[in-house]
């Protein structure tokens, strides 16, 4: 999205303003902000670019290492959408839901400050497309039970969980053709 | 015709049910945000490609129902006049973002307006469900059943570790935004609200006025919402934003009680003056308004006034929206004319209750 008052730099901060009781949503550039005066709205403004580039300079100073090759990484492109890391840094916004996948080893830092640490998605799972991954968090919780039960020496219950874990994968096999690599 | 039902009705239909705790909690809401997993999000993808998805919507999804959701009706943003996309920003049927971005967008909403779905917002779906009073879980229940109803046409982009994929990173995980409004007037006027917001944020939740600017809130209407949306279950958000909302009510209601005790007179004369002000002007702004609302509304809620009913305040701060004044007016209005026809809708539909 691009600045509604440059029309020249995206748009980094986010909020909403309230004229004679009508809303409207503001979409600036940092610079724009500044100039116009919406900074004054302080708290309601949001800006992704600067935890993202906070998050460079926190990088940088305490990796050296990393920062040689952070401008490769910033070069990195999506196959799918063709948004590159840059791009992504400088608007804030994913482009596919490849991004996710491209972008994945530098995504942790930013959502660990996004989402107070957080960086696995607990919760739904859609029932339709994501019934493998329900049976596959299934199957892991058995498999973890099992090897539970061998190291506390519960032989018995440990065949009878092992045979479920058969079972399950047998089923797996028949019903999804190659689709369930675990 | 539904649109033209969203258009003239101020009160959606399900806000006429009273729901719990309503004299404090005006609304409960759930919203999901979902992609398709093979598209481009909106900020980049084709106009091609969102066309399909406004088409898929049309065919898939216009004049259908889903359980107590019936009669949904699609409409293109780019089929509506900028008045009638206003009014629905107002009713909160649809975000300001969609009704000034979204020519390739759309809504799908409810004869009841309790369900709306936003198409080609800043992700392909965003549905929010809207109940009356203070509701979450029931909300969160059927948020959940109309999303694995949509989700038996729609591939959802969706990661084993990342959860629901959105555009922004701030709503990826769950893509939930559990909220609910609030009339807090007597921790307002007592500025114990100022004092609690930190705490909340603390929380991991926003607080924030539905009108007014920055932490004002004009007509002491609050929004609470959750912030966090990867790592932690729906439910344990709606949890959380339970039982901070059930302190509130608490905290509200007991301000509310020492006000009366310590300052009955005083409370009870702004409030009639208020109504009185409400009763006569003849240009008002919408933020005299708004004051003027939540007093009455308080009036109401305590016992001063009894002939006045209590969707007043959640009714006239939508009639009295720029939008909806205009729409009445069936013209452009400057805002010194608006805030004369304010003045004079007010005093008509307050004649309505004696
Ligand atoms: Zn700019
Ligand atoms: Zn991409």
């Known amino acids: 999205m691009e600045c509604q008052e440059c029309h020249e730099r995206p748009a980094t901060l986010h909020f909403t303003k309230v004229v004679n009781g009508s809303k409207t949503e503001i979409h600036v550039c940092e610079h724009c902000a500044k100039e116009k005066g919406y900074v004054s709205y302080g708290e309601e403004a949001y800006s992704l670019h600067d935890l993202l580039s906070g998050l460079f300079n926190f990088d940088t100073s305490l990796n050296e290492q990393k920062s040689k090759n952070l401008s490769d990484e910033q070069g990195l492109k999506c196959p799918k959408c063709g948004m590159t890391y840059k791009e992504f840094t400088q608007v804030g916004k994913f482009g596919c839901a490849s991004c996710y996948h491209t972008f994945s080893d530098r995504l942790n830092p930013i959502f660990r400050r996004v989402h107070s640490g957080n960086i696995v998605h607990e919760g739904k799972i859609p029932k339709r497309i994501g019934s493998n991954i329900y049976q596959k968090k299934l199957l892991n919780g058995y498999k973890e039970k099992l090897q539970q039960l061998i190291q506390s020496e519960e032989f018995e219950q440990a065949a009878q969980v092992r045979d479920q874990i058969k079972e399950m994968e047998k089923e797996k096999g028949t019903n999804h053709d190659g689709e369930g690599e675990v | 015709m539904s649109l033209q039902q969203f258009m003239n009705e101020a009160i959606s239909p399900w806000m006429k049910d009273e729901g719990p705790d309503s004299d404090i909690v005006m609304s409960s809401r759930i919203r999901l945000a979902r992609n398709f997993d093979q598209t481009p999000f909106p900020i980049i993808a084709e106009n091609e490609d969102l066309e399909k998805i406004l088409d898929f919507f049309n065919q898939e999804y216009h004049q259908q129902s889903f359980k107590n959701y019936h009669d949904l009706e699609f409409v293109r943003m780019s089929d509506l006049k900028p008045i009638e996309k206003r009014v629905l920003v107002e009713k909160h049927l649809i975000s300001p973002h969609l009704a000034e971005n979204g020519k390739l967008g759309g809504a799908l909403i409810s004869k009841s307006e309790q369900v709306s779905v936003m198409v080609n917002e800043e992700d392909h779906i965003r549905f929010q469900l809207y109940f009356p009073g203070f509701q979450l879980e029931e909300a969160l229940a ?51 609200i100022s004092r609690m917001i930190p705490a909340i944020n603390q929380l991991g939740l926003v607080v924030r006025g539905i009108y007014g600017e920055g932490s004002e809130a004009l007509g002491n209407i609050f929004q609470i919402s959750n912030q966090i949306t990867l790592g932690r279950s729906e439910r344990d958000i709606v949890e959380d934003l339970r039982s901070v909302v059930n302190k509130l009510v608490e905290q509200e209601r007991k301000a509310r009680q020492l006000l009366i005790e310590q300052s009955e007179l005083q409370l009870e004369d702004r409030i009639f003056r208020s109504y009185g002000v409400l009763e006569h002007s003849r240009i008002i702004e919408s933020k005299e308004t708004a004051i003027c609302l939540s007093d009455v509304r308080l009036g109401i809620d305590v016992g001063f006034i009894s002939n006045v009913s209590k969707t007043i305040l959640n009714e006239l701060l939508v009639v009295t929206q720029p939008g909806f004044l205009q729409h009445y007016a069936k013209k452009t209005l400057s805002p010194q004319d608006r805030d004369i026809l304010r003045a004079s809708l007010i005093r008509e539909r307050l004649k309505l209750e004696k």
Not at chain 2, 160 to 183: F, I, K, Q
């Open chain 2, 142 to 192: 059927q948020a959940f059943d109309f999303d694995d109803w949509l989700e038996e046409k729609i591939n959802y982009a969706f990661d084993e570790t990342r959860g629901y994929l959105t555009s922004c990173p701030t709503n990826v995980g769950t893509g939930m935004r559990a909220s609910v409004m609030m009339h807090l007037p007597a921790l307002a006027l007592t500025q114990k």
